[in-house]
């Protein structure tokens, strides 16, 4: 890790075996759900997901959080990292490993949830998974009105330019970042090219669940960059201000 002013020059890391040909179709088939079916995890499948976290990359070198497998009534299971009093960046990083777990867990055929709310508060995150129940339940419809229903913005409320402007390089990470879940689907981002692999991501708001958000923007950004360039650096120029240059 490079200090450079006030950035953090982030080292470059591998992408996650076998990532790299999915990852689009990944990220699209990715949607929460938060009604499933009773599905008990056999123990192989357990240690198939456990294994996973071997793959898990850091924003910063050798910070791969203590993240946890449990079994959980409301779904298959559920994984989780504690930390008493958890700071700007350990929820930044969060986010980014986090999504990693969870564009897992969608390859591997389970639905999932982000859940921040209503949990302790030694634990940022529930990343809940099972089988989804298919049909929505009332509530779920009734949590859909409050989170926009899942519906994506268009990519031009994102960009300081027509969207006509950009190579197709450029529209695809784009997309992928609008693709990242988010706290009530509020999409707070903005984005901008500063040349032609150099990004710029900015993060509305200043809550817990923006330093989610801005993790796990900076991973789908990280994986897109990967695949149309090269492996990027993530430069942090502040919490919520991040550049990814290939």
């Known amino acids: 890790m490079i200090w450079i002013a006030e950035s953090v020059c982030i080292t470059k890391l591998e992408i996650m075996e076998g990532e790299k040909m999915d990852f689009y179709q990944t990220i699209e088939k990715r949607h929460s759900v938060r009604s499933f079916q009773s599905y008990q995890l056999i123990e192989e499948e357990k240690k198939l997901l456990k294994s996973k976290l071997n793959h898990l990359i850091s924003i910063r070198q050798d910070n791969l959080l203590n993240w946890k497998l449990e079994e959980t009534t409301q779904a298959s299971g559920r994984f989780y990292a504690k930390h008493e009093a958890p700071p700007e960046d350990y929820l930044i990083e969060y986010g980014f490993q986090g999504e990693q777990i969870i564009l897992s867990l969608v390859e591997q055929g389970f639905d999932t949830l982000w859940k921040a709310a209503g949990i302790p508060s030694d634990i940022p995150a529930y990343l809940i998974f099972g089988k989804g129940k298919g049909q929505k339940t009332f509530t779920e419809k009734v949590m859909g009105l409050f989170v926009n229903a899942g519906n994506r913005k268009d990519i031009s409320t994102f960009l300081q330019v027509e969207p ?20 009530i689907n509020k999409q707070p981002w903005s984005f901008h090219f500063q040349d032609e692999k150099t990004m710029e991501i900015r993060i509305s708001g200043k809550s817990k669940y923006n330093y989610l958000d801005t993790g796990i923007c900076l991973y789908h950004a990280y994986q897109a960059f990967a695949i149309e360039y090269r492996t990027p650096d993530l430069i942090k120029k502040g919490d919520f201000h991040w550049i990814v240059k290939a």
């Open 164 to 183: 006509s402007t950009l190579t197709d390089s450029q529209r695809k990470i784009i997309k992928s970042c609008i693709l990242s879940p988010s706290a």
